[in-house]
C-alpha cells in the first residue's frame, strides 16, 4: 500500500520568512500527490494536487510544490508566510486502485 | 461553493452508549466518507460510501457503522461508545468517482467519550 512520511509534526517560522514542509511518500508506478489545510477549527481544504505534467504545481494562498521522483518528494514551500498561515497541513496520497492515505501532518506556527 | 456540514461541533457521551453522527453534503455528490483525526496519526478512513445504501470499510471500521438512506445524507454510528473513540470525526464528500479528485471536508465533530 501506499503511504506517505511528514518527518516535521510542527514548523514554527516567523511572519515574512520563507517555509518548506516536508513529504516523502513510498515509490510506485503510478502516483498522485496532494496537499490539504486545516485552519483551527475548520475542516481541510485543498492546497494543491499533482497528477501529472509539469512537476511544480501551484497552490492557493501562494503555496507551491514540486513532485521529486528520484526524491520521492513532494514538499510545500511558500517564500513569506503570513500569520494566517497558521494551520495544520496534511500530505496525501493516491495510487493505482483504490487507495487515498493521509500523512500525519505538520502543525505551522507563524510567529510575528 | 460546496458545503460539508455535521450536525455537531462537540459531542460528550458515556461508555456504552449509541452514538449518532450526522452528515449531509448539499452538492449531489455521489461519494461521502468518514473519517478518524488523532493527533500523531493524521487521517484514518473508517468507512465511505459511493452511492445510496452501498457502503465499503476503509482501514479502521471496527466498532463502527454507518448508515446512507439518502445521498446527501451519510451517518457514523457507534453502536457501543468507548473511551478509546474520543476523537475528531470529519465528514467528506467527493464529486467525481476516482480518488484523485477533490474531497470537501464538513468542520469536525469533536466527540469525548467519557
Known amino acids: 500500500a501506499q503511504s506517505v512520511t511528514q518527518l516535521d509534526s510542527q514548523v514554527p517560522v516567523f511572519e515574512e520568512a520563507p517555509v518548506e514542509l516536508r513529504c516523502n511518500y513510498s515509490s510506485s508506478v503510478s502516483v498522485y500527490l496532494f496537499w490539504y489545510v486545516q485552519y483551527p477549527n475548520q475542516g481541510l481544504q485543498l492546497l494543491l494536487k499533482y497528477l501529472s505534467g509539469s512537476t511544480l504545481v501551484k497552490g492557493i494562498n501562494g503555496f507551491e510544490a514540486e513532485f521529486n521522483k528520484s526524491q520521492t518528494s513532494f514538499h510545500l514551500r511558500k517564500p513569506s508566510v503570513h500569520i494566517s498561515d497558521t494551520a495544520e497541513y496534511f500530505c496525501?496520497?493516491?495510487?493505482?486502485?483504490?487507495?487515498?492515505?493521509f500523512g500525519t501532518g505538520t502543525s505551522l506556527t507563524v510567529i510575528p | 461553493d460546496v458545503k460539508v456540514t455535521q450536525s455537531s461541533r462537540y459531542l460528550v457521551k458515556r461508555t456504552g452508549e449509541k452514538v449518532f453522527l450526522e452528515c449531509v453534503q448539499d452538492?449531489?455528490?455521489?461519494?461521502m466518507f468518514w473519517y478518524r483525526q488523532d493527533p500523531g496519526l493524521g487521517l484514518r478512513l473508517i468507512y465511505f460510501s459511493y452511492d445510496v445504501k452501498m457502503k465499503e470499510k476503509g482501514d479502521i471500521p471496527e466498532g463502527y457503522s454507518v448508515s446512507r438512506e439518502k445521498k446527501e445524507r451519510f451517518s457514523l454510528i457507534l453502536e457501543s461508545a468507548s473511551t478509546n473513540q474520543t476523537s475528531m470525526y470529519l465528514c467528506?464528500?467527493?464529486?467525481?468517482?476516482?480518488?484523485?479528485?477533490?474531497?470537501?471536508f464538513g468542520p469536525g465533530t469533536r466527540l469525548t467519550v467519557l
Open positions: 467528506a464528500s467527493r464529486g467525481g468517482g476516482r480518488w484523485t479528485d477533490t474531497q470537501y
Open positions: 496525501a496520497v493516491s495510487g493505482t486502485g483504490n487507495q487515498f492515505y
Open positions: 452538492m449531489d455528490h455521489e461519494n
